[in-house]
């Protein structure tokens, strides 16, 4: 909820094998620095103050858990807090990774001063790689998320539900490293591309990096 930036107050540690990393924000979307470290301006003002904590463990060889959880106080009248809730898994096995990561988000649109818009979405993803040698990994990850929106704004109602649409990414993604230099290729098409029914999308990322 609140990125990573110079407002961002963070805790992080492991203790009795769980690794434990938690944060304070004062302002919601203040943390989401640009490359020069300036926040983002991606502020919004029906939210304010954010905490979030992540619980992690890794009970056997190559499978990690990971909990975490945060919710963000609304500065606005008469509609509720945010939170987002999130599990994950993830197992290695020589060269081959997969994980799943199921997550909910709520908005607090709801109440007397709910709008249109987005009420709760969930999400799912499932994902593997591939560690071909040591310069060469092949990635493939496929995401659905289902949302439901206030379709009526009506203080007596407090807002009426619409279902909406599942989203669906897949995504193949390609990266190779030699000595300083690391190119990577993402390709990646969407069903329902912005929940809306035969909807379609794609991007096409090539990029390349030198560390010197």
Do not use: C, H
Request: proline content about 2%; hydrophobic content about 30%; charged content about 15%.
């Amino acid at each position: 909820l609140s990125g990573n930036g110079a407002m961002l107050i963070r805790y992080n540690n492991t203790l009795m094998g769980v690794g434990v990393d938690a944060s304070y924000t004062p302002r919601y979307g203040s943390g989401d620095g640009s490359d020069d470290g300036s926040a983002s301006g991606t502020t919004n003002a029906k939210y304010g103050k954010v905490y979030e904590v992540a619980l992690s463990s890794a009970p056997v060889d190559g499978l990690k858990i990971t909990g975490g959880y945060a919710f963000t106080e609304t500065t606005a009248k008469d509609i509720a807090d945010g939170e987002t809730g999130t599990v994950a898994a993830s197992y290695a096995y020589g060269p081959v990774s997969v994980g799943a990561q199921k997550s909910i988000i709520y908005y607090g649109n709801t109440g007397k001063a709910a709008a249109l818009g987005t009420n709760w979405a969930k999400n799912l993803s499932l994902g593997a790689t591939y560690q071909v040698n040591d310069s060469l990994s092949v990635s493939y990850n496929e995401t659905t998320s289902y949302r439901s929106q206030n379709s009526v704004r009506n203080p007596l109602l407090l807002g009426s539900m619409n279902n909406g649409v599942e989203l669906e990414a897949d995504t193949v993604s390609v990266g190779y490293t030699i000595g300083g230099m690391s190119i990577k290729y993402v390709d990646s098409s969407v069903d329902n591309d912005k929940y809306v029914a035969g909807g379609k999308g794609s991007k096409k990322t090539l990029s390349v990096g030198i560390a010197y």
